[in-house]
């Protein structure tokens, strides 16, 4: 069992930076990730890593501007969040899940993610 505790969530004026943090402890899944939610809206992917080989996935709405990482000797997971908008404004979640091979390849999919931090609040004011 993963266990996830995240960190580094604040207020930020719309361009400016943060950057979230994850601490990783137990049994660590091949996928890791970063999710948001705003109230009355279903979670979404933003960000994705494949562990093991160090493939990324992001949401449209953050490529360019977001990036996903890790500090294996810290056990850490991170987000560097960058160019800020209004509505990257959300409850971030860091997550766990299990790998999937289509033809060979790994694939880190938003659905199979099922192990989630407490959450972290991120508001960025425009």
């Known amino acids: 069992q993963v266990q996830l505790v995240e960190s580094g969530g604040g207020s930020v004026q719309a361009g400016g930076s943060l950057r979230l943090s994850c601490v990783v402890s137990g049994n660590s899944e091949r996928c890791m990730g970063w999710f948001r939610q705003v109230p009355g809206k279903e979670r979404e992917g933003v960000a994705g890593?494949?562990?093991?080989?160090?493939?990324?996935y992001y949401a449209d709405s953050v490529k360019g501007r977001f990036t996903i990482s890790q500090d294996n000797a810290k056990n850490t997971l991170y987000l560097q969040m960058n160019s800020m908008k209004a509505e990257d404004t959300a409850m971030y979640y860091c997550?766990?899940?299990?790998?999937?091979?289509?033809?060979?390849?790994?694939?880190?999919?938003?659905?199979?993610?099922?192990?989630w931090g407490q959450g972290t609040q991120v508001t960025v004011a425009s």
């Open positions: 890593l494949y562990t093991r080989g160090g493939t990324t």
């Open positions: 997550a766990a899940g299990k790998v999937t091979f289509v033809t060979w390849e790994p694939l880190c999919r938003w659905p199979d993610y099922d192990t």
